[in-house]
């Protein structure tokens, strides 16, 4: 048995089994189905024809009682099985049936868990189910991954006088990229490895326009069901432990991708995990290039849990550039027709509270009273209808790297500009912990590689005269900006000398500040 | 029984409520329209004006409501006549670059007739050195190709460079105006396809094996519009920018379909022509 596989380029096929006595499937399910019971039309295929013959859905058989034994004696045999805990439905409808009635007693996802596993699947789940089984998790719970957005551009066609191996990205070109998914596929599987097998499935989320690709990595370099089983001829290396998870998602209408960091489901190093990530973003503008047409994928310092944001930030409606109090001009239900001769109501005006307007005739307004009004207009005129905390549309971490000067006063001046060389070499020499260090030069790098023009750069060295620490600035919360929205509503935070960057116009999710603004992001970064 | 008629009459005073609220919403908007037509009017603002002598109160207020509803007729009046209009905004970050002035472009585009969300392109001006323009902000779709056309038509300037490069923002204008009349005009066609097919409402029953089931926008572009029939065929048409089809194929269960290809597509031709035949194929 053992003789028979070979190690080859091909990858894992949809139908391989893996043994449900190992724990790999086991934690793919208990995570993959809080309502386990409702995942078994999942497990069976959601094209699958119930009723028809088994081949119809070989991927995903259940383990049914045989046919063969007679029909008359079936009343008998109903106690042949009987030390089975879990005796074999006779048909798919049987068991639909059995899963039905599971469901409707409200049974413990343990136990279902259990059934699928040691009853109806014992002889294995197969790669389509666990999945489907991944799928049906992040169908309901869509904030469970991180995904990071890249930004797909063109490259410049290669010349054929120059040797440069380095291409650039044209600016210049009018190209989208065109995304095939059966021939992107095909190309990126030639891009990796041949001794990572995978196995690929394509998914459309229901709540979201975009494609996802699930590649789910084992490190193996056999392509047969015995790759899969949990413990190999030693017996003690566990396959399946070292198995990866990483998601792509292709956005309709859009040159962008989105990745997620990818995850294991045992415990393994994250450098493996970064490095096994890197291959597959490295291969993936290669599998979207066509001959002629070469494209490069481009962080765009977007990383967010929500994909309802990730959409509108990096998506194919009009919010790309135009975040933040902008998302006026974005709003498509405010129209504005040339041919309505109506004088437009400006936002935040009297007419549009109707309900407060009873009072404009009553006492004059006290102080605190005016104060919340002027600090509301001041949101609406920052934020427009953008940020507001049922939208749905919240990002979670903010961070920005602030490189300004602190404002120096007349007082503390002097003082600072004594300190100031002191400081300035403390900074760089001060043993800070390691790992925070490195974020902010991560983000700093970031914003080095955004700038595009070289004006900016001259403003760089002009602007270190002042004390100028390494400060981060990170805000985290469910909806960071409709917080930040409704700081400023509540007055803490002065409306009108906000920065811009505070209220997520830039649509970015990390950045570099300088002179008040986000660098490389002096407008839409184009 | 006393409850049930209260509840009743709940019911009752609650329709009356809601019709009541409905008819004061109606007679607001009618009171607007009337006050926006009679303001409009010209015996009404010269008498506006003649009597602005006066500094009671409502006539200031009454002055005040005709500048900006002249203001505003003579915006609509330049957004119907020009797909491309431009007006001024100003950047609320108070670390703007050049004080937050930001010129702004409206892009009109229409639809069955109709002036849907115009486009808008913002740009400032972040050089020290030179009056050069960059894009701001912009609320274009990610199918027209922005960043492409500003490279080509407004280059950032090069300090190093003895004679900079030269901006031009009409050519700019107008490129990215056409860019985005293709789009709108190739969104356009695949909409009538799917009109004049009846796919945009879901009927059941009448579908042959040859009627056309399924009508898609395959790419970024709007490009490419995916077929689908009712036997399982699958379709594939490339238009290029002006909406001349270049490709076109169709695969059945047992490979490419020459027979259907050839009926609807021969030689080169408009979009409109193939949609046609495609529309004629399908309901025959």
């Not at chain 1, 990858?11 to 995570?31: E, I, K, M, V």
């Not at chain 1, 990205?169 to 998914?181: G, I, T, Y």
């Not at chain 2, 920018?241 to 490419?256: A, E, H, P, Q």
Request: hydrophobic share 30%; net charge neutral; with cysteine.
């Amino acid at each position: 048995m053992a003789a028979s596989i070979v190690a080859s380029k091909c990858n894992q096929g949809t139908s391989n089994r893996c043994p449900s006595n190992g724990d790999g499937p086991a934690r793919f399910l208990s995570r993959g189905c809080p309502e386990a019971f409702q995942v078994f039309p999942k497990l069976i295929g959601t094209k699958a024809h119930y009723g028809e013959d088994e081949s119809a859905f070989p991927n995903s058989t259940p383990f049914l009682r045989a046919r063969t034994s007679e029909e008359e004696e079936e009343e008998e045999d109903d106690d042949e099985d009987s030390e089975d805990i879990y005796p074999p439905a006779r048909t798919i409808e049987d068991l639909r049936q059995l899963y039905e009635d599971m469901r409707q007693q409200k049974g413990s996802k343990r136990d279902v868990v259990s059934r699928i596993l040691e009853g109806d699947w014992r002889h294995g789940l197969t790669l389509y189910q666990l999945a489907m089984a991944d799928f049906a998790y992040l169908d309901e719970h869509p904030t469970s991954q991180k995904w990071n957005a890249y930004q797909i551009l063109p490259l410049q066609k290669p010349s054929h006088t120059e040797d440069e191996q380095l291409l650039k990205v044209d600016k210049e070109s009018l190209q989208a990229p065109r995304f095939h998914p059966s021939t992107f596929l095909q190309n990126l599987q030639d891009q990796v490895l041949p001794d990572v097998k995978a196995h690929y499935h394509f998914h459309r989320l229901q709540e979201f326009p975009l494609l996802l690709l699930r590649i789910f990595v084992i490190d193996s370099p056999y392509n047969s069901a015995l790759a899969l089983s949990s413990l190999d001829q030693s017996g003690t290396v566990t396959n399946f432990d070292a198995s990866r998870t990483i998601y792509l998602a292709f956005p309709d209408g859009s040159p962008s991708l989105y990745t997620t960091k990818s995850q294991g489901t045992g415990s393994a190093g994250t450098g493996e995990s970064k490095s096994l990530q890197n291959l597959i973003i490295d291969g993936v503008p290669k599998a979207l290039s066509r001959p002629m047409e070469r494209y490069t994928v481009k962080s765009t310092s977007i990383t967010t849990r929500n994909l309802a944001a990730l959409l509108d930030m990096k998506g194919p409606g009009r919010g790309n550039a135009a975040g933040g109090g902008w998302s006026i001009y974005a709003d498509e239900k405010n129209k504005q027709s040339p041919l309505d001769a109506i004088l437009p109501t400006p936002p935040g005006s009297r007419e549009q509270s109707a309900s407060t307007s009873s009072r404009k005739r009553g006492a004059p307004l006290t102080q605190s009273q005016r104060d919340r009004k002027r600090a509301r207009a001041a949101a609406q005129s920052r934020f427009g209808d953008s940020a507001s905390i049922s939208d749905g549309k919240g990002i979670e971490r903010f961070e920005v790297v602030l490189q300004d000067p602190f404002p120096a006063t007349s007082r503390n001046r002097t003082a600072l500009e004594a300190n100031q060389e002191e400081v300035s070499e403390d900074g760089e020499a001060q043993s800070r912990p390691n790992h925070r260090r490195s974020k902010v030069e991560s983000v700093l790098q970031q914003a080095v590689q955004d700038i595009d023009d070289v004006d900016d750069v001259n403003e760089v060295d002009t602007s270190f005269s002042h004390w100028t620490p390494m400060l981060k600035v990170t805000f985290s919360g469910p909806h960071v900006f409709a917080g930040i929205r409704q700081l400023v509503e509540a007055g803490i935070i002065d409306g009108k000398r906000m920065p811009g960057w505070m209220t997520g116009e830039e649509t970015v999710t990390k950045g570099a500040v300088q002179r008040g603004r986000i660098r490389g992001q002096k407008g839409s970064g184009l | 029984m006393a409850s049930e008629t209260n509840e009743a009459e709940v019911d009752v005073l609650g329709d009356e409520i809601a019709d009541l609220e409905e008819q004061i919403a109606a007679t607001k908007k009618q009171l607007k329209i009337q006050a926006s037509t009679i303001i409009a009017s010209i015996p009404s603002q010269s008498l506006v004006k003649e009597s602005s002598r006066s500094r009671s109160k409502t006539n200031k207020k009454l002055l005040k409501g005709l500048q900006g509803q002249e203001a505003h007729q003579q915006q609509c009046l330049y957004r119907i006549c020009n797909p491309v209009t431009a007006f001024k905004v100003h950047d609320p970050d108070p670390n703007a670059v050049d004080r937050g002035h930001v010129l702004g472009l409206r892009f009109e585009v229409m639809s069955r007739s109709q002036f849907l969300k115009p486009y808008y392109v913002m740009l400032n001006r972040p050089y020290s050195k030179s009056s050069a323009l960059r894009i701001h902000r912009h609320t274009l779709p990610s199918a027209i190709p922005l960043a492409g056309l500003a490279a080509r038509h407004l280059p950032p300037p090069k300090p190093e460079d003895e004679n900079p490069p030269s901006q031009d923002l009409d050519q700019f204008v107008r490129t990215l105006r056409r860019e985005i009349m293709r789009y709108h005009n190739r969104l356009g066609i695949s909409a009538d396809l799917r009109r004049a097919l009846g796919l945009h409402q879901i009927t059941e029953g009448d579908t042959g094996p040859t009627s056309i089931v399924e009508v898609g926008i395959a790419d970024i572009e709007a490009k490419q519009i995916k077929l689908t029939w009712a036997d399982e065929r699958n379709g594939r048409l490339v238009m290029d920018d002006d909406g001349k089809v270049t490709k076109f194929s169709i695969f059945g269960v047992d490979g490419r379909d020459w027979e259907t290809t050839k009926s609807l597509f021969d030689r080169p031709q408009r979009i409109e022509e193939v949609v046609e035949k495609l529309r004629q194929s399908s309901t025959s």
